[in-house]
């Protein structure tokens, strides 16, 4: 039932914004919404952490592991709309977008966390597809949400590949479906319920279920943003409004991974070993790690920089998931971590940009001076996105490498190389970003100087939940809550 | 003095300067905010000495001797003599310079935030604590990386883009550095990230041989990146000199001996050396040494001698590691003999090095403050100016060179004499052994050569511009530590010398890896050389003065062939190591060039002549410039991937597909 | 063979007829006319598919098929081609000649990859020729310049991805298909946006236009 609820709080933050008149209320609406769609998934993911077993039925199954994103996704869609609220105010003040708009965006982001929390809680595979398709097409237009010259573009490639992506993924959801009718076990709407094809795993045809498995990896794929299917996603993640970037990097790449997680699960009983989706977890993972840095070494623009580093930490990852169950321990570790930082470092680049008015490094320098605290804060949270401690993602990727260096060593090597070339590519653009004068002189006067806004108090919230979850790792009350997340995708 | 007493003691100096943070940052509006830090540290400074002074008192200074700590309850560490030696080092460090910082920073605080610079100076001092405490492998990465990155806000702390140059390139290196430890350590665990070293070292007990030499080449490069070995020091001639005074003296005193023992302790867990390792280490540490002296000889810029020095010496210590490596386990007994005095000279030179290293460092910080620059070429005539200080700075220059009566001298005595007595052990030692010493001479005249350039150009004969010429007096807390530092050498040479090498007390038993027996005792007594220096001191001033020309001195003009004469026509740094860089130019690629430019169309016999003179790096030059060339070209080639055809896109899409496919079926 | 497979056969072969003829067309008007029919033959493929299992759902699919994708997508694609200006005259990488050689190369793929799921018979034509519909519905995604010609390739490859469904499960359960057709819907309403918008600022719709963000 909390469930249905926390759905239904999703259209309300949808629709509500249309009833009101005067921009204040809209703000209001939105913020009051969210709230509740934040504190209803809190009412529905804290007790399973805390003992309570796994929720199913026909159409809804949460478990720890689904329970963790509903948490990620609640939590980080009320901090994306408290920076939206700060961020399309100052556009709307500065006449950039007009109140329409503002409606319009708030509908959209209302049908998109729907739709991804649709795609987390859903038994049914068809339905987790319908929703992960919804989630590409609610998000297009945000994409394409301003009138500037490569909007378009970026949206067009997201709405087309993401689509095709989904498409294939469908073959492969009809492959499942088949697979499980045609031995005889299951049928009809039971046939894609996940707990009813978890039972009966064993007995599925393995082939069939690998073939299927490839076009679910690679469909699926495409919206987690594994290279090689990768490509829309610098251009849609620094297209669209800031927030939102916050958001599809954030939580829907992790929504996308989940289908891919829950898959795997399926095949992993039907194989009875978990070798095989292992060895293309860690092949895809090592391109997805290599090839963003090419592009982050020498990168011109600090959004795609960020929409890269997004790939990488896929890589990262879908790496350490196909490492075992310490890896898969490191996964989680990851995309909590990853979540966090990479949403606050979208919507503290939306800082940036609402003074600089652009996304390029030549443009820019002595962020620091400019916008101090949006500057400090930029640059914590990179530091602890390069994995320095106190970030949990310095244990994540500690984890990573102790398995995969006696493992793998191979990969290990091509995955350390490629962290090492991030890294230098990293501290080469931020740092003069924020210390050094631009290179290109700005055309008009920037402001010096700024005031503590919400979206301070929001990227502070993300700093301070990193910094307790990497101490609530600590200690020993961490890992039976992780046992009980690790059994949910092994 | 009770082991509680010790482990409180301990504990307060751990945690004395994360409440430095804390009031750094509440009281930066004050103007006693910098005095008030530095005070914390200097407390916590204090609190680890007497805490390692009773450790020894209280246990001896054998291997034997551990102590379980367990800091207010929180964590049990168990210490041993190893840790504590070099957490002196650290507490000793942290007290002279931030006694220095009270009075070196203020001048500077609208170049450096001060307040977030001391509060990276605290959790540096932190880091180099915990990475040395850490009782496990998990730890011991986390405090490494703390340690390193407050370094590097420690290098850019000034903002300019030769910091941010700088501190990229360390910053790079040190992540790099920081993976080959990671990987190596874990390699030797087994996979298992929360090992305790104990369980380290049962695991590596079952690890293959291959396994064995990947992971001791990864400690290698990695511990020895932070020390500053060649090829994997470039970082340090540039982060050393960026960062402010009192932090390079923690980076080169201290933070290079934290990375010598990291490795130390690394290497212990390994149930066996590779076969190559000694030698490896010990060309390793020679080439260092050797690159070292020579750069040092032929740099312009006061720091960067001293950054330099410092991979010198870290260069000789790597080498006795590697000789310890060589002779240490060996069935002869005649050969395993010889590793009792290598560990011996390793603990004197560390201590030593990080005596006189610190000291030097915080007097060319004063020299640069009170003269704003640190070109050797700009200085000259100090000694007029601040005799005291020339006189510190002389004896800070003569331990580093390895003169008596200064402990460095007992402890490079001591390696040449095991070297060689060691030659006669067996004819392949005695080759290898002779190989070495004569290295060891060349960069020992090579490093006396740096120390007499550096000390002559700054405070001899008169000043060459402006800069050094008005000078003001220099506070009493710019060149007090200084003068601790030469006293401590003394005292290090009069007395640490006598204690480590006597038989019966640290040698009894004692190795840096395990137990062997002591060879026959390295004799000298430093009491003697004292006491000879002094004498033959007074000697030469008795005999200067009575036989010297009775004549008063006559004060006139030079003989300057009718042009007058500038101070700037002195003898430079510059043309004081022409030699050097004539012998060796094809290690420094020096380069002169003259460019000659007419000043006006119609005469052209009028011309501006400007001499330009460098010297290239030779690893920057052959190795990390190709690297990085290469890196940044496939980089360019990738790219090209992203060339916005979405028909492209599309097609990867699909070729992912058909290639998996193709692989399932 | 019984009537109703012979049946499904001749509508599955021709609908791959269909689509293979599309790939090479390059006027928007005859690509639509050629999916209208495509998808009538799709509808008539789900009521065989609906007297073969007796699932009286499948007659709703059918139904919803004909509106959707017989009568509303072409006929609203076509009109907000004519409105927005755009041309009519398609564009692509290859010729029409290689492209159509390549879809027939496809069509080999797509037998000999059927055969590996299913045993010769009625089915496995149905699946074979949904195959190939699909793997032409991608090549028109490759090949194809333009918003329109790359919206209708992905429309062809969902039909194709349709009638796998068919093939093999003889329909999946009714909510699904009821909200995959919504899904269809909402992203044909952002085709025409997006073909609109890109007429407007671009004043065409060649993705050439669309090469702006690279790195």
């Not at chain 1, 920089?305 to 890896?327: C, P, Q, R, W």
């Not at chain 1, 490094?361 to 949270?381: E, K, N, S």
């Not at chain 2, 130390?264 to 000694?278: D, R, T």
């Not at chain 2, 060319?364 to 601040?386: F, I, P, Y």
């Amino acid at each position: 039932m909390a469930i249905s609820l926390l759905l239904v709080s999703c259209l309300v933050l949808a629709t509500v914004p249309f009833f009101m008149r005067g921009l204040r209320f809209i703000f209001g609406a939105a913020f009051l919404a969210s709230s509740g769609v934040f504190v209803l998934s809190l009412y529905t993911a804290i007790p399973l952490f805390f003992g309570a077993s796994s929720f199913e039925n026909g159409y809804w199954y949460l478990d720890t592991f689904a329970a963790l994103m509903v948490l990620l996704i609640g939590f980080i869609q009320w901090t994306a709309t408290i920076t939206s609220i700060h961020y399309l105010g100052e556009e709307v003040r500065t006449g950039e977008i007009t109140l329409p708009a503002v409606r319009r965006y708030f509908f959209f982001v209302g049908l998109f966390v729907c739709s991804m929390l649709l795609t987390i809680v859903s038994n049914n595979l068809g339905f987790m597809w319908i929703a992960l398709e919804a989630t590409t097409l609610t998000t297009t237009l945000l994409v394409a949400f301003y009138a500037h010259k490569g909007s378009l573009e970026a949206a067009w490639k997201y709405l087309i590949l993401c689509s095709t992506g989904i498409s294939l993924g469908l073959i492969g959801l009809f492959l499942t479906y088949y697979a499980a009718s045609s031995s005889g076990l299951l049928h009809g709407l039971s046939a894609i319920s996940w707990t009813n094809l978890l039972t009966v795993a064993p007995s599925l045809p393995p082939h069939l279920m690998q073939i299927a498995f490839v076009f679910i990896l690679i469909g699926y794929g495409t919206k987690v943003g594994l290279v090689p299917m990768h490509a829309w996603l610098p251009d849609a993640h620094s297209r669209a409004p800031s927030p939102i970037s916050g958001m599809l990097s954030g939580i829907l790449l992790n929504a996308a991974l989940f289908g891919i997680l829950r898959f795997r699960v399926l095949v992993d009983g039907s194989l009875a070993s978990s070798e095989w989706t292992s060895e293309l977890f860690l092949v895809f993972g090592v391109l997805s790690c290599i090839i963003p840095a090419a592009f982050i070494l020498i990168q011109a623009d600090y959004k795609r920089l960020l929409a890269y580093s997004s790939i990488e930490h896929m890589g990262l990852i879908v790496f350490s998931a196909g490492l075992g169950t310490v890896g898969a321990v490191a996964s989680v570790i990851h995309i909590v971590g990853h979540a966090l930082l990479k949403s606050a470092l979208f919507f503290s680049a939306g800082n940036i940009l609402l003074r600089f008015k652009s996304t390029k490094f030549d443009r820019i320098g002595q962020v620091m001076r400019t916008l101090p605290y949006t500057g400090a804060l930029f640059l914590t949270l990179i530091l602890m996105l390069l994995a320095i401690p106190p970030s949990p993602l310095f244990g994540s990727e500690l984890l990573l490498i102790s398995q995969s260096v006696v493992l793998h060593p191979i990969f290990a090597t091509i995955v350390l190389l490629a962290l090492a070339i991030i890294f230098a590519g990293f501290i080469r653009l931020i740092i003069p970003f924020l210390f050094s004068p631009a290179l290109v002189p700005p055309k008009s006067e920037v402001e010096v100087g700024e005031k503590w806004g919400w979206s301070h108090t929001a990227i502070a919230f993300h700093l301070i939940l990193l910094v307790a979850f990497s101490v609530f790792l600590m200690t020993p009350m961490a890992s039976p809550i992780l046992e009980r997340i690790i059994t949910a995708i092994s | 003095m009770s082991s509680f007493t010790i482990d409180c003691l301990f504990a307060i100096a751990f945690v004395l300067p994360l409440v430095g943070v804390v009031l750094s940052l509440a009281t930066r509006r004050f103007s006693w905010n910098n005095t008030l830090v530095q005070s914390m540290f200097i407390l916590s400074g204090f609190a680890g000495l007497i805490a390692g002074s009773y450790f020894f008192a209280l246990l001896g200074i054998g291997n034997s001797a551990s102590f379980n700590g367990t800091f207010f309850g929180l964590v049990n560490i168990a210490l041993n003599s190893m840790q504590v030696f070099f957490l002196m080092l650290v507490y000793g460090g942290v007290l002279l310079t931030s006694l220095y910082a009270i009075q070196s920073l203020p001048p500077y605080k609208d170049v450096y935030v001060l307040p977030t610079l001391n509060v990276a100076s605290a959790f540096f001092i932190v880091g180099m604590q915990a990475t040395i405490l850490s009782p496990s492998l998990f730890t011991f990465l986390m405090a490494w990386e703390i340690m390193s990155v407050s370094a590097y806000f420690l290098v850019i702390a000034d903002r300019s883009d030769e910091s941010l140059r700088a501190g990229w390139l360390y910053f790079v290196m040190t992540h790099i550095g920081f993976a080959c430890i990671a990987a190596g350590l874990l390699l030797l665990a087994g996979g298992n990230l929360f090992a305790s070293w104990h369980d380290v070292a049962l695991s590596a007990l079952g690890a293959t041989p291959l396994a064995i030499s990947i992971a001791f080449v990864l400690l290698l490069a990695g511990f020895g990146s932070k020390a500053g070995l060649v090829p994997l020091h470039q970082w340090l001639p540039y982060a050393h000199p960026q960062a402010p005074s009192g932090s390079s003296a923690l980076l080169s005193g201290v933070m290079l001996k934290v990375a010598l023992f990291g490795f130390i302790q690394g290497v212990a867990l390994f149930p066996f050396v590779p076969s190559f390792s000694a030698f490896l280490v010990i060309s390793i540490g020679l080439l260092s040494a050797f690159f070292g002296a020579l750069r040092a000889a032929v740099e312009n810029d006061a720091k960067r001698v001293l950054a330099w020095s410092s991979i010198e010496n870290m260069g000789l210590i790597f080498s006795a590691v590697g000789i310890y490596l060589l002779v240490h386990g060996s069935q002869d007994s005649a050969v395993s003999a010889i590793a009792p005095s290598i560990a011996l000279f390793i603990i004197l030179h560390t201590a030593n090095h990080f005596i006189f290293k610190t000291g030097l460092f915080m007097a060319v910080g004063a020299v640069a403050s009170k003269t704003h620059t640190r070109n050797l070429d700009e200085l000259g005539g100090l000694a007029q100016r601040w005799p005291i200080f020339a006189g510190i700075f002389l004896a800070l220059s003569l331990a580093a060179a390895a003169l008596p009566p200064f402990g460095t001298f007992f402890g490079e005595w001591t390696y040449f004499q095991t070297l060689a007595s060691g030659m006669t052990v067996s004819a392949f030692f005695g080759g290898s052994f002779a190989l070495i010493l004569a290295l060891l001479a060349l960069v020992g005249g090579l490093a006396l050569f740096a120390y007499v350039r550096m000390f002559s150009a700054i405070f001899l004969g008169r000043a060459r511009t402006t800069h050094a010429e008005q000078v003001s007096p220099m506070p009493i807390l710019l060149w007090l530590p200084s003068l601790f530092s030469v006293l401590l050498s003394i005292i290090a040479g009069l007395f640490l010398f006598p204690i480590l090498s006597a038989p019966n007390t640290f040698m009894e038993g004692v190795t840096l890896f395990g137990d062997v027996a002591i060879l026959g005792g390295v004799s000298m007594n430093a009491w003697w050389v004292l006491l000879s220096v002094i004498f033959i001191g007074v000697l030469l001033t008795v005999c200067r003065r009575s036989f010297s020309n009775r004549n008063p001195a006559r004060i006139t003009d030079t003989w300057d062939c009718g042009q007058p004469i500038t101070p700037r026509m002195q003898y430079t740094a510059t043309g004081f190591s022409a030699p050097i860089r004539f012998f060796f130019k094809s290690i420094l690629m020096s380069e002169k060039e003259l460019i000659i430019e007419p000043i006006s169309m119609s005469n052209p016999w009028i011309v501006r002549r400007r001499l330009v003179w460098s010297i290239k790096s030779f690893f920057e030059y052959w190795l990390y410039r190709p690297i990085g060339i290469a890196v940044f070209a496939v980089s360019r080639a990738v790219k090209r991937l992203q060339n916005g055809v979405i028909q492209l896109y599309l097609l990867l899409v699909i070729c992912a597909l058909v290639f998996t496919l193709a692989t399932t079926l | 063979m019984t009537p109703i497979a012979i049946a499904m056969t001749v509508f599955a072969g021709g609908m791959f007829f269909l689509a293979f003829l599309m790939s090479s067309r390059m006027r928007l008007g005859s690509l639509v006319t050629a999916f209208r029919v495509q998808s009538a033959l799709l509808a008539l493929l789900a009521i065989a598919a609906a007297f073969v299992t007796g699932e009286f759902q499948l007659f709703i699919v059918a139904g919803l098929i004909v509106l959707i994708k017989v009568w509303f997508i072409p006929s609203f694609l076509l009109r907000a081609a004519r409105v927005s200006g755009a041309s009519e005259r398609l564009q692509s990488y290859a010729r029409p000649a290689t492209l159509s050689f390549v879809a027939a190369c496809l069509a080999i793929v797509a037998l000999v990859g059927a055969r590996g799921l299913l045993p010769v018979g009625a089915d496995y034509f149905v699946l074979a020729a949904s195959f190939g519909i699909v793997l032409v519905g991608l090549l028109m995604l490759v090949s194809r310049k333009d918003m329109f010609g790359e919206g209708i390739g992905f429309f062809v490859m969902e039909n194709g991805i349709f009638t796998f469904g068919l093939a093999l499960t003889h329909g999946m359960p009714f909510l699904f298909e009821i909200g995959s057709f919504f899904d269809l819907l909402a992203f044909f309403i952002l085709i025409t946006v997006f073909t609109h918008r890109a007429q407007d600022e671009n004043a065409s719709v060649a993705t050439d236009d669309l090469r702006t963000l690279t790195d």
